[in-house]
């Protein structure tokens, strides 16, 4: 129950721990960063002095040349435990940069712009560097407030400051060395200040946050950070007053030097104590958390002994009981019922007994009932099973009727739908027939309508006749009377007399012929209204066909739509019969199983009466 809390616990205090000492060790290479930054600021002033043609300072930066390479070998030896992180290769890089920068000063290979640049560029990669280990050995990222403030003040705030005092500390040394000081320089010099006030500042607010998290651990910061604050704004205020305000610097080069270098150490000196301090309060955290391992290392350990003499003695008690809990059990397995238990305690163990007397007792009364009711369970478990054997007979011949009764249906079935069909198919040759009748009487009717029409031409053409026979008559008469007169008018009108005859004699074949074709008209008039009336008997008799076809068609699909509906429901009987007979199957099946089970009952109510006669009972 206590392996899981104990065990976060653990893991808490042991990453605390790593993360203690993971911080402690990046604490020496900062320390010897810092020396190195310093160094080699100081190397930047004594060269800018150096190029401006101060020749006293030449010693004085051969000198600092070694120190700053000094520093340097110790930089990478601090640093190898980081060898993952790729630093110490960077510190190397910057080594030789270092050195190259150097070696170009002491050949005066560079001016003052220069030398200040190129100082100034490999002072900020040193401080770059700085900010990395204090990110990968965890200072950076401390979860206490103190701590993350006080790293944040000493190892970033405060090394930015000194480099803006280190710049204005060359840029002054060089400026006097000249002995002008243009306008641009004094801007320049101006915007430094100003920038190194606000990193006073930051710096400033960092270390009251973190001495405010713990006033009584970093109250020994108290003095050197006044001293510091004190001799930053000192220094500003020089550089002010001898590179901003004094059109006539009264400063030598070396004594401006000097007095910065001095204010700058200050600084220098103030971070030392703060590394000093933090290291303290990292590997008291450190402490701390291997102290709360031990203790809670020896709490389990005290209380692992407490619990396993708990559990001997719990075990010892609980044994005995158990012991006589066994003697009964094996007692009740061998069918024993006599036994009993001696209950002395009201723990979970004299319970556990107790309530296996009960049980004993229980048991006893059970088998004693089982015993008096497993002859009436086998009894009825006999009556059961013949019961169920002849209901499944039963069963059986329903089952066959209907199986048979289903095999009519189905071919009653069969029948319908055949017929159904051959109903189907007369209503479609009826369909024909009417459709052909209405046609054939559609015809008919136009032929009735085309002896009409002959009819009335043949009229017509009788009256024409007419009247050609009677032109043919007033023409004979005109002959006859032009005859008359050409036979009075004598000699003179013997030409004409000849042409009157003749005109006679072609009225008279005219009237001739007009009487045969109207001889004719009148045997075709009479012939066509002959067929006229048979056509007019035949059109009724087809319009009769017609009629009795469609009364045809209405029979036809009134019995294709009866066959359609007695095929539906033979189907459904069908149907009906098929799932009685299926039902009636499975109920045979159910009255098989509970004929099974019912001989299963009689043979299990058998063996329970076997079975109880093993137990042994106490008289009562």
Avoid: C
């Avoid at 071919?411 to 009748?437: C, F, K, P, S």
């Avoid at 009247?467 to 002959?479: H, K, M, S, W």
């Amino acid at each position: 129950m206590l392996a899981l809390p104990s065990a976060r616990l653990l893991q808490g205090d042991w990453r605390t721990w790593q993360v203690a000492e993971r911080e402690a060790a990046g604490i020496a290479p900062a320390t010897e960063l810092l020396q190195w930054v310093r160094l080699t600021q100081q190397h930047r002033g004594l060269s800018a002095g150096l190029l401006a043609g101060d020749g006293s300072q030449a010693d004085a930066r051969s000198a600092k040349q070694a120190q700053v390479q000094a520093s340097a070998e110790r930089v990478l030896a601090a640093l190898a435990p980081f060898e993952p992180a790729g630093l110490p290769q960077r510190g190397a890089e910057l080594q030789q940069q270092a050195q190259s920068l150097m070696q170009a000063v002491a050949q005066r290979q560079l001016d003052g712009s220069q030398s200040l640049r190129r100082h100034s560029t490999l002072i900020d990669q040193q401080l770059r560097l700085l900010q990395d280990l204090a990110q990968t050995s965890g200072l950076a990222q401390d979860a206490q407030p103190a701590l993350l403030n006080l790293q944040a003040g000493v190892l970033t705030q405060l090394p930015r400051l000194t480099e803006q005092l280190g710049q204005l500390r060359a840029r002054g040394t060089r400026a006097l060395g000249s002995a002008s000081i243009g306008p641009e320089d004094r801007a320049r010099i101006e915007a430094q200040i100003e920038q190194a006030q606000q990193l006073l500042a930051q710096g400033q607010r960092a270390f009251d946050l973190a001495i405010a998290a713990r006033p009584r651990e970093l109250a020994p910061l108290a003095i050197p950070l006044a001293e510091a604050r004190q001799a930053a704004l000192a220094a500003l205020a020089l550089s002010h007053a001898q590179l901003v305000e004094g059109q006539q610097p009264s400063l030598k080069p070396a004594t401006f030097y000097a007095q910065q270098t001095q204010q700058i150490d200050r600084q220098f000196a103030l971070m030392d104590r703060a590394l000093e301090l933090l290291r303290e309060q990292v590997l008291a955290q450190a402490r701390a958390a291997r102290q709360a391992i031990a203790v809670l290392l020896g709490s389990l350990l005290l209380l692992s002994g407490l619990a396993g003499w708990i559990l001997w003695r719990v075990a010892a008690h609980t044994s005995a009981a158990i012991g006589q809990a066994v003697d009964l059990a094996r007692a009740v397995a061998q069918g024993d019922l006599r036994g009993q238990v001696d209950v002395d305690s009201r723990d979970e163990t004299g319970q556990l007994l107790g309530a296996l007397q009960r049980m004993n007792e229980q048991l006893t009364g059970v088998v004693a009932g089982v015993r008096q009711n497993a002859d009436g369970v086998a009894t009825a478990a006999t009556q059961i099973a013949q019961g169920n054997q002849d209901l499944s007979n039963r069963t059986e011949q329903q089952a066959s009727a209907l199986e048979q009764t289903a095999a009519s249906m189905e071919q009653l079935g069969a029948t319908v739908r055949q017929n159904a069909a051959h109903a189907q198919q007369a209503n479609q040759l009826a369909l024909g027939t009417a459709d052909m009748a209405q046609r054939g009487g559609s015809v008919m009717q136009q032929v009735v309508q085309t002896m009409h029409g002959i009819q009335e031409s043949s009229r017509r053409i009788e009256a024409i006749i007419g009247v050609i026979d009677g032109i043919a008559f007033q023409t004979n008469i005109l002959a006859l009377n032009a005859a008359v007169e050409a036979a009075r008018a004598g000699e003179q009108g013997r030409g004409f007399a000849v042409v009157a005859s003749e005109v006679r004699a072609l009225a008279q074949r005219s009237a001739d012929a007009a009487r045969e074709i109207k001889g004719l008209i009148d045997t075709s008039v009479t012939r066509v209204e002959h067929g006229n009336r048979l056509v007019d008997e035949a059109g009724q008799t087809i319009a009769e066909v017609v009629q009795q076809a469609e009364r045809l068609r209405v029979l036809m699909a009134q019995i294709s739509t009866a066959s359609a509906e007695q095929s539906s429901g033979v189907q459904q009987v069908g149907q009906a019969v098929s799932e009685m007979d299926r039902v009636t199957q499975q109920n045979a099946a159910l009255v098989e199983q509970s004929a099974a089970a019912a001989e299963s009952l009689q043979q299990q109510a058998q063996q329970l009466v076997d079975a109880v006669a093993v137990f042994r009972l106490r008289l009562r």
